[in-house]
């Protein structure tokens, strides 16, 4: 069992950056590979970002790509995404998710490869 609690979130200005953080309980953390969605208003959940359980492997949308950065730290139990030159199309509520499955570029997008999900963390970028 993983519980997940993001933080971080906040109004910003078009430009300016966030950084999220997602804590996770239990100690099997890095086993886990994690990911990170977003879904805006009227709008389904959308993949952002995951990184595998070692951090060796990350894998971005085409969306983000260059503008944000997953990274992790095991010791720490946590998740972080790095947003940078944040747009008005990026509001959204931002969700970690934890995934048992090995990632590949094949199944980190997918929802259904990601077992536990926290309560998301709502941004919302200003123009």
């Known amino acids: 069992q993983v519980q997940l609690v993001e933080s971080g979130g906040g109004l910003v200005q078009a430009g300016d950056s966030l950084r999220l953080s997602c804590a996770a309980s239990?100690?099997?953390?890095?086993?886990?590979?994690m990911g990170w969605f977003r879904q805006a208003p009227g709008k389904e959940r959308e993949f952002a970002a995951a990184i595998s359980w070692n951090g060796g492997n990350t894998y971005y949308a085409a969306s983000v790509k260059g503008r944000f950065t997953i990274s992790r730290d095991n010791a720490k139990n946590t998740v972080y995404l790095q947003m940078n030159s944040l747009k008005p199309d990026d509001t959204a509520v931002y969700y970690c998710?934890?995934?048992?499955?090995?990632?590949?570029?094949?199944?980190?997008?997918?929802?259904?490869?990601?077992?536990?999900w926290g309560q998301g963390t709502r941004v919302t970028v200003s123009s």
């Open positions: 998710a934890a995934s048992s499955l090995p990632q590949s570029s094949g199944n980190a997008h997918n929802t259904r490869s990601y077992n536990y």
């Open positions: 239990g100690r099997t953390f890095s086993s886990y590979g």
